[in-house]
C-alpha cells in the first residue's frame, strides 16, 4: 500500500498520522463500501503541540446506525473505549510523560452523497465537538472511494482461472477545528494535511481490549450468564501488574455460596482468564477465602479456548464451589 500526503502551511497545526491507523481506516471504510460507516479515532498530543493521530476505535453496534446517506455514531461503547485507553494510556507512560493522550474525534465515509467534502451537518457535528463538549480540537475524517478500477484479465493464466486485478484508492480528508477558532467567531473547520509516519516513530498506545475488538463475543458472556439468573460485573482493573488493566467480571447469583471472578487479560481468550471463587471460609466467622480453581471435577481444565464463562460456571457448581 502506498500512502502519499503533502505539506501543510506554516500556520496549520501538526498533524501526524500512523500508517497503521490509514490502513485501520481504510480496512473499515471498504467494508462498507456503499453506505456510510464511522469509527472513533485517539492519539496524543506531544510536548511540542504536535497532534498525533494513532488509534482507531471500532464502533459499537450500540452506537452506530450506517444509512446510504448518512451515519449516526457516538455514544456509551465509544465513551467507555476511549476512557479505557486513556486510563492505559498513562499506565504505559507513568515514567515518560512524553505526550497527553487525547480523544482525536472521529472518521466518517459519505459516500452517498456524491461529493468530496464536510456536509453542513458534518460543519456542524464538528462545530458542536469543541462549543458543547468542550474538546480543545477536533478532528475529523471524511473517507471517501474515488473510483474502483478493475482489470479483468482472461489470457496467461493457469487453467481454469479468471484473475480480477482491483486497485481501489481511498482517500481521507482531515478536517481541524479547535478552541481558538470558535473564540474568533470561526465556525467552519479548515482542512490539514497530516504527515504520514510509521507507528514506531511515535509514542507507543494501549491495544485495545478484547471488549471492543470482539463485541460480540464479549456481549454474548454477559447474556448467557443472565438468562442463567446470574449477574455479571465488568471492573477494569490491573490484577497481574503489567502496564494494561484486566476486564475482571465480577458474578453472583442469588443462592450461591460464593461469588466468582473471571479476570481476562486484553487479549482474551488468546491469554486464559484466572478464575477465582471468593467463599465464606466458615459461615459463623466474618471471613472471606479468595482461591484459584484450575481443574474441573474430572480434573481437566476448568478453561479451555472453547469454554464461555457460562460453561465455567457449571463447572464450579459441579465441584460445589458456588
Ligand atoms: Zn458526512
Avoid at 93 to 98: A, G, I, Q
Avoid at 266 to 275: H, R
Wanted: charged share 25%; glycine share 6%.
Amino acid at each position: 500500500m502506498q500512502m502519499t500526503s503533502t505539506a501543510g502551511s506554516a500556520t496549520d497545526p501538526r498533524v501526524l498520522i500512523t500508517r497503521k491507523v490509514l490502513r485501520e481506516l481504510s480496512a473499515e471504510t471498504l467494508k462498507y463500501p456503499n453506505i456510510e460507516t464511522a469509527c472513533g479515532l485517539v492519539g496524543m498530543v506531544l510536548a511540542n503541540g504536535t497532534i498525533v493521530i494513532a488509534g482507531v476505535i471500532p464502533p459499537s453496534t450500540r452506537d452506530i446506525v450506517r444509512r446510504q446517506a448518512t451515519v449516526k455514531f457516538g455514544g456509551e461503547g465509544l465513551s467507555a473505549a476511549v476512557l479505557w485507553m486513556e486510563a492505559n494510556f498513562a499506565n504505559i507512560h507513568k515514567n515518560d510523560s512524553v505526550a497527553n493522550f487525547s480523544f482525536i474525534w472521529k472518521k466518517h465515509s459519505h459516500h452517498g452523497l456524491g461529493y468530496n467534502h464536510f456536509s453542513q451537518t458534518d460543519v456542524n457535528s464538528i462545530v458542536e465537538a469543541v462549543e458543547k463538549y468542550k474538546m480543545e480540537f477536533a478532528i475529523g475524517i471524511l473517507a471517501l472511494i474515488p473510483e474502483n478500477r478493475s482489470t479483468v484479465h482472461t489470457r496467461g493464466q493457469m487453467k481454469g482461472t479468471v484473475s480480477v486485478e482491483s486497485d481501489v484508492t481511498v482517500r481521507f480528508r482531515f478536517y481541524y477545528f479547535d478552541r481558538n477558532m470558535l473564540q474568533a467567531g470561526i465556525r467552519e473547520p479548515k482542512l490539514v494535511t497530516p504527515q504520514v509516519v510509521d507507528e514506531k516513530v511515535v509514542p507507543v498506545m494501549p491495544p485495545l481490549a478484547w471488549q471492543w475488538v470482539d463485541e460480540d463475543g464479549f456481549n454474548r458472556q454477559l447474556r448467557q450468564l443472565e438468562e442463567y439468573g446470574a449477574r455479571a460485573t465488568p471492573i477494569y482493573r490491573d490484577v497481574n501488574g503489567d502496564p494494561i488493566q484486566e476486564i475482571q467480571f465480577v458474578i453472583t447469583k442469588p443462592n450461591w455460596k460464593g461469588t466468582l471472578l473471571v479476570t481476562t487479560n486484553w487479549d482474551y481468550p488468546k491469554t486464559p482468564p484466572l478464575i477465582q471463587v471468593i467463599s465464606d471460609v466458615d459461615p459463623t466467622r466474618p471471613g472471606k477465602e479468595l482461591h484459584e480453581v484450575k481443574l474441573d471435577a474430572d480434573g481437566k481444565p476448568i478453561w479451555t479456548s472453547e469454554s464461555d464463562f457460562i460453561d465455567v460456571v457449571f463447572e464450579l457448581e459441579k465441584l460445589e464451589e458456588l
